[in-house]
C-alpha cells in the first residue's frame, strides 16, 4: 500500500512544471450536479430541486481524496429566472487539506425562436482552504530503492494554514428538445490562493458541453411517475475542460428506460500524450434509478485505465436528487431541456 502511494507521489512530482497547478475537483456524473457544472442551470427544472452528490476517490490508497457538494435551486415563471444556493467541501488527505465552497446563482431563461431557448448564469461563491504543511513530502524524504519516505525535510512551516477568497463564475445554454450546447467559465477573477503571502493564483476552469437525445418509441404507461408514458432514449453528451495547464475530455453515451438508467463514459484526451504518455484516465459505469416522480438515485465506478491501473481503487461516485413543487405549467410549444437525468 505504501509502495503504490509511493509511486502515485512521484507521477505528480514528475508532472511537468506547467500541470503543477491548482484543479478544481470533478464529478463523473456532472450532469447530477448541475450547479456545480455551470450557473446557467440554475432552476433548469421550471421547479424546486435539491441534490447531494459524493465522490470518493483512489479509495485504495492510504490517502484518498473525496468530494461532498450539496445544492438547492428553485425556479420562478414570473420572472423567469432561477435562484441557487451550492454548498463544496474537497478533502485531501495526504495533504490534510480542505476546501470549502459556498456559493449563490442566479439564471435568466430566455425564448429567443420557436423551439429554442437560451439560459444565462451567474454565480459569486466565498472559499476558504486549510492546508497542514507538516504533511508535506520533499525529494530529500524519498528512498527510491526501499520505497519508502524516511528522515525529516528539514523545512520548516506553520502547523497549518488558511486563506479565504471571493470567486466569480459565469455560464451560457442554448437548448432544444433534443439537443443543448452550454459553456461556463469559473474563477473568472483568478482569486489569490496562496497560503505564504505570495501570489498564487487560482486559474479560470473553461467547461464546454454538449449533447444530443435521440427519443425511441414510447414503453407502457406508468402511474407511479409524473408521466403519462414510459420514456425511452439515448443520450450522447460530452464536457471538456480546460484550468491552467490541464484539459480534460468526458465523452459517452446514457440509455434511459424509465424508470432505469445505464451509462457508459470514457474520461481522457488518447490523441494528446505527456512524456510520451497518453492521456487515457478512466472507463466509468453508471446505474441509475428514478425511485419515484420526484427522487431519483445514481451510482457510478471510474476503472482507471492509466498507469496507475491496479493501485488506486478507482473512485465511487453516489449522486440523490429531489424535486419539489409544482412543474411549471406547459403547452406543447414549450422547449424542455433534454440533459441527463444523471
Not at 472507463?283 to 482507471?304: C, H, R
Request: overall charge positive.
Amino acid at each position: 500500500m505504501q509502495r503504490a502511494f509511493l509511486i502515485v507521489w512521484i507521477i505528480i512530482l514528475g508532472w511537468p512544471k506547467p500541470q503543477l497547478q491548482a484543479q478544481d475537483p470533478q464529478f463523473s456524473q456532472f450532469y447530477a450536479s448541475p450547479l456545480y457544472l455551470n450557473p446557467a442551470l440554475t432552476g433548469s427544472t421550471d421547479r424546486g430541486r435539491v441534490g447531494v452528490n459524493y465522490r470518493n476517490q483512489w479509495p485504495s490508497l492510504t490517502h484518498t481524496f473525496t468530494t461532498i457538494s450539496a445544492y438547492a435551486d428553485y425556479f420562478s415563471k414570473a420572472a423567469e429566472s432561477g435562484i441557487g444556493l451550492i454548498v463544496t467541501e474537497h478533502k485531501e488527505g495526504f495533504l490534510d487539506f480542505k476546501s470549502t465552497e459556498i456559493g449563490g446563482l442566479y439564471s435568466y431563461k430566455m425564448q429567443v425562436a420557436s423551439g429554442l431557448v437560451l439560459r444565462t448564469g451567474v454565480q459569486l461563491s466565498y472559499f476558504q482552504k486549510n492546508i497542514n504543511f507538516e504533511e508535506l513530502v520533499f525529494g530529500n524524504q524519498i528512498d527510491i530503492v526501499n520505497g519508502q519516505v524516511v528522515g525529516p525535510s528539514g523545512e520548516v512551516f506553520e502547523k497549518g494554514a488558511n486563506v479565504n477568497f471571493l470567486s466569480a463564475s459565469a455560464g451560457a445554454l442554448l437548448y432544444t428538445n433534443l439537443a443543448w450546447l452550454g459553456f461556463s467559465t469559473h474563477h473568472i477573477n483568478e482569486p489569490n490562493q496562496s497560503f505564504i503571502d505570495q501570489e498564487s493564483r487560482l486559474a479560470r476552469k473553461y467547461s464546454l458541453h454538449a449533447g444530443y437525445k435521440i427519443m425511441f418509441a414510447k414503453g407502457k404507461r406508468l402511474r407511479t411517475v409524473a408521466y403519462q408514458f414510459q420514456e425511452r432514449s439515448a443520450t450522447l453528451a460530452l464536457n471538456y475542460k480546460k484550468q491552467g495547464g490541464f484539459n480534460q475530455l468526458d465523452m459517452g453515451v446514457q440509455l434511459y428506460f424509465q424508470p432505469l438508467v445505464i451509462g457508459g463514459w470514457y474520461r481522457g484526451i488518447p490523441i494528446q500524450s505527456v512524456n510520451k504518455v497518453f492521456k487515457n484516465e478512466s472507463i466509468i459505469a453508471l446505474v441509475g434509478l428514478e425511485l419515484n416522480s420526484n427522487m431519483s438515485f445514481g451510482y457510478s465506478y471510474d476503472f482507471t485505465v492509466s498507469r496507475l491501473a491496479g493501485s488506486t481503487g478507482g473512485a465511487h461516485e453516489f449522486s440523490l436528487t429531489l424535486n419539489f413543487g409544482k412543474i411549471v405549467k406547459r403547452t406543447r410549444r414549450d422547449t424542455i431541456l433534454p440533459c441527463f437525468k444523471y
